[in-house]
């Protein structure tokens, strides 16, 4: 499992992608021949972001998908989500953002 630093803000995202991406590529390369198609990514100990977090994040996620693989972003501050979400990427990220968003819009349709 890979694991976020605690700092994501503009100003170091892009050596912090520089790293992420060297360590994605590998994971993948490793996790290639295991079972699963995920790639699991630790955002526990993010404390310090700005949105230029979710750029990283849509980054790996695109990288990701481009291999056929999902990202799990496992432990997302509060934050985090919430910023996520106030840009509608929530559920691009989270399965059950995707849900919840659904069952919102179904329960505001007039019965």
Known sequence: MLK?????????????WAQLEGALRAELAQVGNAAG??????????????????SLLLSALRMCGQNGWQLELLQPPKQLRELARVYGLE?????????TAQSSAAAALPV
């Open 4 to 16: 976020l630093p605690a700092r994501l803000r503009m100003d170091n995202v892009p050596q912090v």
């Open 37 to 54: 198609r995920s790639v699991s990514l630790d955002a526990s100990g993010l404390n310090d972001f700005d949105s230029a977090a979710l």
């Open 91 to 99: 559920s691009l990220f989270w399965a059950d953002a995707a849900v």
